[in-house]
Every structure is written in C-alpha cells, then in structure tokens.
C-alpha cells in the first residue's frame, strides 16, 4: 500500500511518559524507545508511548517456517498484517520492508531486533520456556528469520485525538487481549489456530466514529471485527475480566468493566479488534520444532515510520 499524501499532522495529547522508571528528557520517538529498551532503561509496555511512531509485534521463525508464515499472513490479513521482515536470514539488524513505498531502511535506521524490545517471551517446540525476558541475544541464531506485524497501539494517537483516549492507556496498564473461536485459514505447519484479539471499551453512542477512526489503519488491524456484549459469546470469549494476555478491563473511570454501565447509547460496551499475538497463539497450536521468539503482549517494537506512512490513499482502501 502507498503512504498517503497527508497535509497536515494529527496533533494528539501527549501525557508525560517514563523511560524506565525516570522521566523522559526529551521527545520520545521510535528510536529513543527502541534504544532506551536495548540499554535495559524501558521496561514497560508501549501503549501511549511516542505517539504517532507505529509500534510492531514481534515473530521470530527458524527459517525452514518462513514461507508458511508469510503465507500465513497473507491469508489472514486482519490479525496478521505483515509490515516487515528480516533482510536476509539470520540479521537482526536489517530488513525487507512489505509496505508499498516504504524501505526497511525507513521503517528503522538503528536496529537490534534482538534487545530493542522491552519484553520477549521464548518457546521451544511450541512450548513457552521464558517469559517477559528482557533480550534474546542467547537464543537468536544464524537460521532465525524475524518478522513484523503491525499493532492496533499504531492508532491509538488517533483515537485520542478524536477524545477517544483508551481506558487502559488513560491509566498506564496494558490492553486486554482474548483467545476467540474465530478459525484462523490454514497455512502450511500452520493450522487449526484461531484469532486474538484485543479489547478497547467505548459507549454505544461512540462506535461508528471509532470504527471511522481506525478503518483506514489496514496495517495495524484496522476497524473493529465485533463489539457489544453479544460479542463475548460470538467470539468465544470464555471470561471477559480474564484475558489471556495484557491486563483484565477497566472502564475510563479506571473500575472494572462490566455490563450495565450505562443505558442504551451511553452503554459502556466492549470493542474488538484482530491482534498481532495471534501469531504466538498460532506458534502454541502448531508446535513447530526449534526456538521461537516474541514480543510479550503489550510490549512492541516502536519504528521510525509514522501513522500517516501506512495509510493507504482513500481509492486503495478495501472495501
């Protein structure tokens, strides 16, 4: 897809964030993320931080998988949508960019894939051994091929532009994200996987303009796949205030979530969007042999491009 030919920048709120546990000094961007966390100075989740720099989950393949995983993807564009990939197998610093009219080169100048992420979880045989680790230089081999899906965080600075701050962000804590029934299309090894998602509560009244908001952002997941509390049950949500990955929900005034706060169009429902750990949860499914490494949920890759470099012009838009 093209960048679009923007005129102007969406100036969002910017609340004071921390690099670590100390204020940051200056501007945070991309880069200043990425380098902060390879010096073990960020530790945190990424939600609301650098606005406007699109953030990336994390899949890391033994390269006899690759093939499949980008054939994954392209089956599954929604929960999976692949923005980048490692130049050659076996560089962590390096890569081949799969967005139209984006280099790798653009998407990050300074590159570790191995330490630049706060977080990592590792499995073995599709089997998880650590997690929450904070480099993977150990487990990272000559063989391994790393690979970028785009992240729903990426449109967050437009929602909260629009007065549509995330509950989770408003209070510093990480996005719910859920298991589903939603059959992911099979690729190779990979098979019999089903979507995460993750979870953004808004008012009735509000979901067609956030639906408006984050249509366009087809890189990062894009509108919402279902929303209400009917949506619970159709997506096989086993327990709402217990995701299986992130922070269990709150509402904006930070209480747990639950039905029946509000009426009719001021109802506080929950909002659901596909989610970049689909993957992983496609890694447990399959168990392909070999180490695997991710991002822990929550914790991405913040890049160099911007929201408006992965917008495509209005006529690319899928309808």
Known sequence: MAPIAVTHVVEAAKPSKTTGNRKS????TGESIRLAARAGEYTDQTSGVAPTYVQANLIVLPSQYASDFRLLCRRN????????ESKEVGRWDQLQSWIQGVTGDQITKDLDIRNDISK???YENGNLTKSHCHNVEAEWTEDHVGFLIGCSYSFETALTAAGLLPAHTAHGRNVPMYRTKIPLC???VFQHSTYVVSMRPYRRRDIEKVRGITRPYVATHGEPIDWGWDAVERLGIQDLSRPEYGEAPIATDGSPLVRGMGIEDDELVPVFWGCGVTPQEAIRRAKPEGTVIGHAPGHMLVLDIRDWDIIPKQEEIPI
């Open 186 to 188: 099979p690729a190779g």
């Open 120 to 122: 990592y979880m590792v």
């Open 25 to 28: 000094a200056v501007e945070e």
């Open 77 to 84: 564009p929604v929960p999976c949508p692949l923005l980048a």
